[in-house]
């Protein structure tokens, strides 16, 4: 019945617009070139690092001809995903996902291909970390995704602002501060004290990390809510009665604010994926070069913000060849070429001990051995956390505004209320 | 004198059959053939030379808006696996929804306070663009400049200028010993401060739009209200508005249209650029949540009902301020 109605509006645009776009409208090619090569397309978000890769795959595989989607911005590469699935056709044969878009993406998992299925046979699930294809893996038992990279979690922290608040600031030292987030807190309010300053950026930014670490998320397994029942609300009041302790910044993660907080020192201390060295870079600038440093801690464990997975969609022409050409991607060594490339952190567990990620080392954070310092974080991730079809609305359109709202003034009783309402909503 | 030039004119255009003392070798039966051919040509042509917009049109506009109500009677998840439909459920649903409500008076709170004083502004503009100033080609299109520069650099500039914590606005106003703004948190200011980057960037338009139009009111009215003794005040109020007319009821009627259609500056606003409008959705407009139903939440069923009712709500308010305008702007005339 829906392909029926897609297919006909599909007709229907189609003629009308022919003459204008032609080439808007078909199967966007029939997967081989005129000269018998096969035809791939990837499509990948930011920078996957894969552009000499591709060369050298087209070298060692003379029948292959891969084409490169590159979209700037992670949230309209998704957009279009999501459009083109519902569409039925226009998709690239290898899609990246990010894993904040993961949880829409395995409630549609039906139009993905089983990577074990079409999939070369010599790719085993070791070759992941456990928990990132867990994540990736269906209900039934399915692999809709080979992972890429990861962005496990660590501690960042202005050294210079901590010594000031008369606080431990060694890498060795904080490491205590850093390993609950009862200490974390109790931390917080012996800085803000001590300076009468912020502890951390936003409140959102804190709540994401504690609930990730629990064993329940906003759906069970059923994809049932239980949001009323699981620990968010505990989690909710630690970090509530933080703010109202004076411990956030209030600024809102990726604003100009935001941005502006780092150079005007408006927080100590930073939860940091190990992508967010170079934004702390960026942002913090010159001017604070040896003042952050990053440490192999982070309260509750450990924990993951970011990383990818590539899929094969099954609206795909060359979808075995699709499957190789991912499995090849996300192999230990090219993933480890990704890496130097555009800094992109492997989740292969080979990739997690070479020499050349173990020696990184950030001269921005005084020389830290950052490479050896996330491998050894990525290590500590406790299981996958279940995420249900709605996960990521909840968690961006309801949790976050509700807690910008607390720091806004809004009372966290009635901001919970909020939360519970907007996230039935979401549910329904 | 005119009139005889029209009518002479008029008569021109009609085809006449060619003349028989040029063209001896052709047949009368050819000849009315193509005399025929040439009626039809003039009768039909226009319509052919017209067809490329409304053809466009069907495709890009009709369809898409007949589409759009189909879609509202479904469940219509994207990429869902089923479309159930649904029958008015969607609407029913809107009609009842809270944070749809609270859009509508976002949106038209808003949409007051950018289009009511950037029209009126826009006239005043085009009365001073109207005098002999020095230079007048500059300082008009220097009046066009915040139309021509990228909305989303303008909306990163203003989200700079507008920061609550380190926003040059608030450095100002704490200059001067008030109070700092929150211009995020609180819903009358967040609006204030939309509104100001919506008529930043429209009113000069309006205003050049405006004096074209009064550029065409012939001078010899104000030379007769002149002699009258009638004062400048009395002679905009009189000659200058009731003859902008036509203009006014333009620029109103477009200036509604997008003022209820505002998206990119709410969305930008937004701190983290997300479409909820501000942490209790207290600056989130219409077009933003339909957004957000359709993109991010995926249920283009909702989305597209609640793209039906606001063009309902705009062809309404369109209308209301058509009526409006033509009543107020003709003082005297009938």
Known sequence: MRYRRAGLAKVLACTAVLAAVATACGSGGSGTSPDGKVELTIATFNEFGYEELLKEYEAANPNVKVTQRKTGQGAPHHQNLFTK????SGLADVEAVEEGFLSQVMAKSGQFEDLKEIGPKDVREDRWLQWKVDAVTTKDNKLIGYGTDIGPLAMCYRKDLFEAAKLPSDPEGVKALFATWDSYFAAGDAYVKATGKPWFDSAAQIFNPMHNQAETGYFDRDDKLVIETNDDKKIWDQITAAVAGGQSAKLAAWSPEWQTGFKESAFATKTCPSWMLGVIEGNAGPDHKGKWAVTAAFPGGGGNWGGSYLTVPKQGKNKAEAAKLAAWLTAPEQQIKAFKAKGTFPSQTEALISPELLNQTSEYFGGEKVGMLFAEQANKVAAAQYKGPQDGEIQDNVVSPA????????????????????AKKAAK | ????????????????????????????????????????????????????????????????????AYISL??????????????????????????FWNAMVNTFSIFAISTIPQVIIAVLLAVLLNTALRGRTGWRMGVLLPYVASLVALTIIF????????????????????????????????????????????????ALIVL??????????????????ASKVRQFLSITLPMLRPTLIFVIVTSTIGGLQIFTE??????SAGAN?????????????????????????????????????????????FLLTRRLASSGEA
């Open chain 2, 277 to 321: 409008g501000g942490a209790t959705n207290q600056y989130q407009t219409v077009v933003l949540y339909m957004y957000q139903a359709g993109f991010q939440s995926q249920d283009l069923g909702y989305a597209s009902a609640m793209a039906w009712v606001l063009f309902i709500v705009i062809i309404a308010i369109a209308g209301i301020n």
């Open chain 1, 403 to 422: 807690l910008a709202s607390v720091e806004q003034g809004t009372s966290p009783d009635e901001a919970w209320a909020k939360v519970i309402e907007g």
């Open chain 2, 159 to 206: 989200g700079d200028l507008f920061g609550v914590q380190y926003g040059s606005i608030n450095d100002v106003i704490e200059l001067f010993g008030f109070e700092r703004i929150d211009w995020q948190a609180d819903r009358w200011w967040s609006h204030v401060a939309i509104a100001t980057m919506v008529n930043w960037r429209w009113t000069g338009y309006n």
């Open chain 1, 85 to 88: 699935l519902g569409a039925g």
């Open chain 2, 212 to 229: 074209a139009a009064m550029q065409a009111i012939p001078r010899d009215v104000y030379e007769a209200a002149w002699v009258d003794g």
């Open chain 2, 74 to 99: 479904f469940e219509w998840e994207l990429g869902a696996d089923e479309q159930p439909f649904i029958g008015v459920e969607n609407y029913t649903n809107l009609l009842a929804d809270s944070q």
């Open chain 2, 1 to 68: 004198m005119t009139t005889e030039l029209s009518v002479a004119r008029g008569r021109g255009a009609e085809p006449r059959p060619p003349r028989r003392d040029d063209n001896d070798d052709i047949g009368p039966a050819k000849l009315s053939w193509r005399y025929r051919l040439t009626r039809l040509d003039v009768k039909f042509s226009p319509y052919v030379y017209i067809a490329p917009f409304f053809i466009l049109f069907a495709v890009v506009g009709l369809f898409p808006l007949l589409y759009t």
């Open chain 2, 266 to 271: 709410p969305l930008l606003f937004s701190p």
